[in-house]
């Protein structure tokens, strides 16, 4: 693979222990970068309404600001000021192959931990306004020119413009500031104010990062675990005694509240299996593929005999987990136990840049690999297509 994006002296080894999420860094381009979509596109992709999309404008001075979500129509873009104004549109890489294909080269980062390419169109003078992201994000410069301001960190607690949805910062102090250029990367970790306005015509390509809060974690694992509890698992008292005083609750029962909860959250594998499916949930469950009539086995390897091809959905999150008695496939949410025999093909299977063709033979070579073809067609993360579609 001719890298495109990474100059070839980027160190990915030195960039995991230096920089991820410790401090930013901008890597200058090779100078070769060719935006793989146009304005034109995006700003077509924003009326779509199965498209995530907003438009952020602010007055001259940057101290009023106005945040629209999409779908937006051809006139809301010919009614725009010439200056001031950006356009973001969400997760292109599920729609566009050229977007997605940027990707490749950030396969030094689990590709389970990637959210989306967000991209954004800027005129001259636009931008979101500083603020801070909860999630890691390296922004590819595109067309045209942007100057990057770098504050501190902040966080949570750091006072917000009000009246805005955009999560502005009160105070913004710059600390540093890089212009960049067509290729040129900058990565900022979490919570670091950044505030990013282009110089002319600008296009940015975020790829961001899946971070989930402690909160959340707690809050979905809980979830999945307690649908696991028999209600007959239930507190008891240990040690009963005669109290001296019946309207006390002894401190010593916490440890004993303490001990039933860890000894439900100690079991790693189901630790693990909640993970897996909270990481590949999708993104826009509302989009799903999912058949509503599920296809049985023999009908699928029908659908192959009469010269149809299975081919991955560019939504679908797929990751595994080995394990010494099988492997653990997750697919967009769902579990799928494997064999140690199918868990080795499972790499090629979740890599998002091999083509079916590469694993599809071997996994229908088996039952439970045509099994497991059968129920990822059925979750959407596969889809049938005739063989000239998957020739374009
Ligand atoms: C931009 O592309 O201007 C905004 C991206 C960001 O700051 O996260
Ligand atoms: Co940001």
Known sequence: MTPWLLPETFDRALFLRDYWQKKPLLIRGSGSFSDPISPDELAGLACESIVESRLVQSDAARTGWKVRNGPFTEKDFSALPPTHWSLLVQAVDQWHEGVRGMLREFDFIPRWRIDDVMISVASDGGGVGPHFDYYDVFLIQGLGRKRWQLGGAVDSQSPLLPDTDLRLLKHFDPQENWIVEPGDILY??????????????????????????????????????????????????????????????????????LGLIHTQLLDKRRAGRWFGRYMTSPKYPELSNASAEPLSVQTLLQYLDDGEVLLRNPAARLAFTDHDDGADLYADGHLLPCSKALGALLPQLCDPFTEAVDWLDAFLASTEGARL?????????????DDEESDD
């Open 188 to 257: 900022l970790p979490p919570n670091l104010a950044h505030y990013g306005i282009a110089i002319g015509d600008s296009v940015t390509y975020s790829i961001g990062f899946r971070t989930p809060s402690v909160a959340e974690i707690l809050d979905d694992f809980s979830a999945a675990l307690v649908q696991d509890l028999p209600p007959d698992l239930r507190y008891f008292d240990s040690d009963p005694e005669v109290p001296a005083r019946p309207g006390e609750l002894r401190a010593s029962v916490a440890e004993q509240i």
């Open 373 to 385: 073809m059968t129920d990822l067609y059925n979750h959407g993360c596969l889809y049938l297509a």
